[in-house]
Every structure is written in structure tokens, then in C-alpha cells.
């Protein structure tokens, strides 16, 4: 029996994100005459790319069936202390991300490792986290940006290749191997399997500690690498990076199909909602409306998402 395209877009998120994704462009192109300039699709791009990196590392852990409120602040850290490795220590440049880069994964692996080893709730854990390594950030900085960061570096943040921004290149790399990684092998199966039902997962062997330890670690590691590409942006390592990374990257993925009680949705559908966010936000700006309303439309957001979440599982279950 052919379905109606109300029933479509509720039992398949990810087209129906597509679909919102589009009319929303539509109408942005259409209110506006700046937002289809070659400078403000740069803009849009460039700033999807920072949350986008956090968005798919929070769609991975939701998908898992967990939860990482500190993802924004170990950007910010692991920006900060490759600044100082770089500004205040002179090591190379090179070495100095590459301790940022390792210090995300560290603080992403003590995360999993808590919750995995100690049972704990992922949420709560992570809000006292947080905490700490924001604290920590405070403490190493004194609320000072370290500056003058070497151009080299700014490239990584600031470059263009063939007019496409150079963030935008890494999140599409990272995209492609988070696809893969989630559909395509064993590790992303058990994922799901994990997301859906953890006691079921650990009869079939799965090993479910394991799993969660390695995906908290690969998400710290992308959101060291989000706080770093903002670095290089800024030229700067400020001690407010990471601050606004909270609450777009859940929004983002539960927009995009990912649900929040594990085992569905896809960093692509994830992706798509950060740009149906980004958007949105951009539009606010062209039109001059102060960024205080960026918050409270991300809220919005996220009780719409939420509620569209809600709705769309008890229409699948009433099809069923």
C-alpha cells in the first residue's frame, strides 16, 4: 500500500529533515537578499562546521544511549592548553595539537570509563565534569586568551580550498567516517544494539563497556578537534570556547531522527539538523535581530524536536 507523505516524513526522520531542511533554505533565499552571497554560504558553512564536529560526536553517544554535557568545555580546554603548549612552552606547533587532539580523547575516555566501570548515569556525571574541566580551564588561564597563534595554524580555522572553507572539509571527512563507521561495521551494529537495549546487548556478548569507553574517547577527540579548529578561526585560545556547545548539538540530533533514548537516527540526519539550526540562527543575524534571541530559539528548537520526537515514535508504534 503506497504511503501518504505525512506518513512518510513521520516514519522516516531523516527525509523528513531533509524536507524541512529545504523549505527552510527556500524561504531564507526568499526574505533575503544577502543569504545566497558566496560570503554568507562561507559564514554558514564555516560556523556548521565547529558545532558540527560536537554534533556528531553527541549523535554517536545518543545513539549509544548515553549523554555528554562536557563536550563543549573539553573543546575549550583542549584549545587552551595546545595555546599554552604553543604560545607559553614553544613546542612546535604540530606537537602542540597533537597533545590537544590526545587530551580530548583523555578526557573523553575518563568520562566512558566512569560511567562504564562505576555504573554512573552519563548525564549527571558529565554535568560535574563539566564542571571540572571548565574549572580547570579557568584555573590554567585566568579567564585570559593566549594569542598570537602562529598563521600556520590560523589556516586550519581562516583557509579556503577551491572557495570551500577548510573546517567545512574536515567535518564532511569526519562525517564520512562516522557514517561508515555506525552503518557499515560490526562496532556500529553493536551500537544500536547497545542503544536499544543494554541488557540484551551484554547476553549476545556484545562488549558493552568496551563500546561505550571507546565512543566517549572518540567524542572527546572530536570535540578537542572542534575547539582547535576554533583556535586556528580566532587566532586566539580563548577560555570561552565551547561555552555555546551544549545545547545545538542535542537539538541538532534529535531534529536530524537521532533519538534520545538510543538505538536510532545517523550523524548525516544529525548533520542536517545543525544546518536547519544554523540557518535559522544566521537569518537571525541578517535581519539584525539581537544574538540574545540565539538561545532562546535554540530552546525552542529543542522542545519542537523533542515533541516532533515524541509524536513520530507513537505514530510508528500505532502503525506497527
Known amino acids: 500500500m503506497q ?15 531533509f524536507v524541512a531542511l529545504l523549505i527552510i533554505f527556500v524561504a531564507s533565499a526568499a526574505i533575503s537578499p ?16 565547529f558545532v558540527g564536529l560536537v554534533t556528531i560526536a553527541q549523535a554517536m553517544l545518543l545513539i549509544l544511549g548515553e549523554l555528554d554535557l562536557s563536550l563543549g568545555v573539553i573543546g575549550g580546554l583542549a584549545g587552551v592548553v595546545a595555546g599554552m603548549l604553543m604560545m607559553q612552552f614553544g613546542i612546535n606547533p604540530a606537537v602542540a595539537i597533537a597533545g590537544g587532539l590526545a587530551l580530548g580523547a583523555a ?53 579556503d580550498v577551491l572557495g570551500v572553507p577548510v573546517p567545512f572539509i574536515i567535518m564532511l571527512v569526519v562525517l564520512l567516517i562516522a557514517t561508515f563507521v555506525t552503518l557499515k561495521t560490526p562496532f556500529g551494529r553493536y551500537m544500536y544494539a547497545i542503544g536499544n537495549n ?5 547476553m549476545l556478548g556484545i562488549k558493552v563497556d568496551r563500546i561505550r569507553v571507546l565512543v566517549f574517547t572518540a567524542a572527546g577527540f572530536l570535540s578537542a578537534l572542534a575547539g582547535l579548529l576554533m583556535v586556528a578561526r580566532l587566532g586566539t585560545a580563548q577560555p570561552s570556547i565551547g561555552e555555546t556547545w551544549v545545547l545545538p548539538p542535542i537539538a541538532a540530533s534529535v531534529i536530524g531522527g537521532v533519538a534520545t533514548t538510543g538505538g536510532v537516527g545517523t550523524p548525516l540526519g544529525a548533520i542536517l539538523g545543525a544546518a536547519i539550526i544554523g540557518i535559522i540562527e544566521n537569518i537571525i543575524v541578517l ?13 525552542v528548537i529543542v522542545v ?11 505514530y510508528i508504534r500505532k502503525e506497527d
Open 304 to 314: 519542537l524536536a523533542i515533541s516532533f520526537d515524541a509524536i513520530s515514535r507513537r
Open 107 to 159: 578526557l573523553g575516555f575518563f568520562n566512558g570509563f566512569l560511567v562504564a566501570s562505576l555504573r554512573l548515569h552519563s548525564l549527571v556525571l558529565t554535568i560535574g565534569t563539566a564542571g571540572i574541566f571548565g574549572g580547570v580551564n579557568l584555573v590554567l588561564t585566568k579567564g585570559v586568551a593566549i594569542t598570537n597563534i602562529p598563521k600556520e595554524i590560523q589556516f586550519l580555522g581562516r583557509g
Open 3 to 17: 504511503r501518504r507523505p505525512l506518513s512518510l516524513l513521520l516514519t522516516n526522520p531523516l527525509a523528513g529533515v
Open 287 to 299: 535581519f539584525g535581530v539581537s544574538p540574545y534571541w540565539q538561545g532562546v530559539v535554540s530552546g
Open 198 to 202: 543494554k541488557a540484551a546487548a551484554r
Open 34 to 49: 544577502y543569504f545566497l552571497t558566496s560570503y554568507n554560504m562561507s559564514v554558514i558553512a564555516r560556523s556548521l562546521a
